[in-house]
């Protein structure tokens, strides 16, 4: 076979008319000259013809990677968004209506630390009170069990007594009877027999009475001294309750002079004419937007000779 060394596109070897389109690779040139007969398809990996005249079927890449959909909020973050701000508004709400809303927190930092306090100590007492009431109430079932357990004893009892009567009634009968001797021999070890079982019957009996007995008088000692405690233990706690009301009371009222002292000392600032004075302006000056700002000298809001 005869290879031609000169390239396939020079005009004198590309003769249309007698030459047609090779079908390895898209050329016009003899059948036998081919040179993609030793080449390697880039998409196929075969050989014997280029990619671009190739035939076989390529798939489609299909992209792995899940893209998110860009949508808006749900139904559950409309109803928590909804949520929030009612309660941030429900609780600005309820720091305008104090009656100290309208002040700065210097004057009631103490104040507010004591009462902070004093909440969660009636906070603890009311769970402690609440762990004694579920105690009690373990104990008062313990009780009704121990005596339902003491009413079958009792029953009991009741069903081995008539048992023993009639055992004694059988043998008052049996000894009543005038029998022969060989048939009294053999009564008199039933009798005895009767007997042993009369006595360990009563031993079985008295020991039960006595349980009872010891019993009844352990659980009475028992919730009587339960009781005692738990009294104490709420006598205490509502004395220290008390006392915590009267402090806080104390408290409002020495803040509520305080308030009136400052209120005065104002007035006379106002009536005497000095609006440079500096005495409300860093402890107590009153805003009436919002109570916990702190207010620089420079802003500040003059009405004639006064100050709001």
């Known amino acids: 076979m005869e290879f031609n060394v000169r390239p396939q596109w020079r005009q004198w070897t590309n003769i249309t008319c007698q030459n047609p389109t090779c079908g390895r690779c898209g050329l016009n040139h003899d059948i036998d000259m081919c040179y993609a007969v030793r080449r390697q398809c880039f998409k196929c990996k075969h050989f014997g013809h280029y990619g671009r005249m190739c035939k076989t079927l390529t798939k ?152 009872c007995h010891e019993m009844e008088v352990g659980y009475e000692q028992k919730l009587k001294e339960e009781k005692e405690q738990t009294e104490l233990q709420r006598r205490m706690r509502a004395e220290s309750e008390q006392k915590m009301l009267k402090q806080f009371q104390d408290l409002q009222t020495s803040v509520q002079s305080d308030l009136a002292i400052l209120r005065q000392q104002r007035n006379q600032t106002v009536q005497q004419g000095h609006p440079n004075d500096s005495f409300m302006s860093d402890q107590c000056y009153l805003s009436p937007t919002n109570p916990f700002r702190n207010h620089s000298k420079n802003s500040r809001s003059y009405r004639g000779r006064g100050r709001f």
């Open 60 to 211: 489609e890449q299909q992209s792995t990677a899940k893209a998110r959909k860009s949508h808006g909020k749900s139904a559950k973050t409309k109803v928590r968004d909804s949520l929030r701000i009612s309660t941030f508004l429900e609780r600005k709400r309820n720091m305008r209506e104090l009656p100290f809303s309208s002040l700065r927190p210097t004057c009631f930092r103490e104040t507010v630390l004591n009462n902070n306090v004093l909440t969660n100590q009636l906070c603890s007492t009311k769970v402690k009170l609440e762990q004694l009431n579920s105690s009690n109430k373990d104990l008062d079932l313990k009780l009704q069990s121990a005596i339902e357990r003491e009413k079958n004893l009792k029953q009991e009892l009741s069903i081995s007594e008539k048992q023993n009567k009639e055992l004694n009634e059988q043998l008052r009968a049996i000894s009543q009877q005038k029998i022969q001797t060989s048939r009294m021999d053999k009564l008199n070890a039933e009798v005895a027999l009767l007997r042993k079982q009369l006595i360990s019957k009563d031993e079985h009996c008295s020991y039960l009475k006595t349980y």
